[in-house]
């Protein structure tokens, strides 16, 4: 843990580097379990859908044996622009569903217990506590500790100093972006005091020694 950070003797601490056998989630959770389940469905209807309509045409036009040539038909302006009418509601439905979700996801639910503010770059993060007035700054060989209140709201500023980086939790399931000309900001709630099992990485592959 950063030195100073833990000022109040009430405030337990929650750190990104390592293994604890406990489960960690963040708010909001359930939102996204309940988006997953709305994009597996379609997504496994539109497969059924293509596959039965491929295999039918496959067997209704196929060449047959006795030099008969299938019936031709050159369009069918019907059903094509049902065809799009349908791709287009069921995009319509996703990207709603996505960015309402994210929507609540990224709103500032409450005042912060602590502002972070992560600067990407290649090879290397770093993390600044402004109200504290401290910083963990990592290298292309050794990554900073994140280090976070549990049951506090935690709000994050990002941005990146060369190219697009991305910060992932793994076992959270959380991914947000950090551009060079613009700030991400978003807010987390660790509810578990420990170390995160698999600690967090860049997901946006940056060069040959993408930070970890």
Sequence with gaps: ???????????QWYSTRRAVDTRHEYQGLQDLYLLQDLYLPIGAGVFILVLVVVVCIALRYRRRGDGRVPRQRT????VEG??????????????GSTFQTESREDRASRPAGLEISGVAAKWRWRFD???QGLSQIGTDTEPPTLTVPV??????????????HSFWIPALRFKRDAFPRGSTRFELVFDTVGFHSAGGACAEYCGRTTAI
């Design 1 to 11: 843990m950063p030195k100073g950070l833990a000022r109040s003797p009430r405030r």
């Design 129 to 131: 506590y402004p109200a």
């Design 75 to 78: 369009g069918a302006p019907v």
């Design 151 to 164: 049951e506090e709201t935690v709000r994050f500023t990002m941005r990146s100093q060369d190219v697009i």
């Design 82 to 95: 049902l065809y799009a009418l349908g791709l287009a509601g069921v995009a319509a439905v996703l990207v």
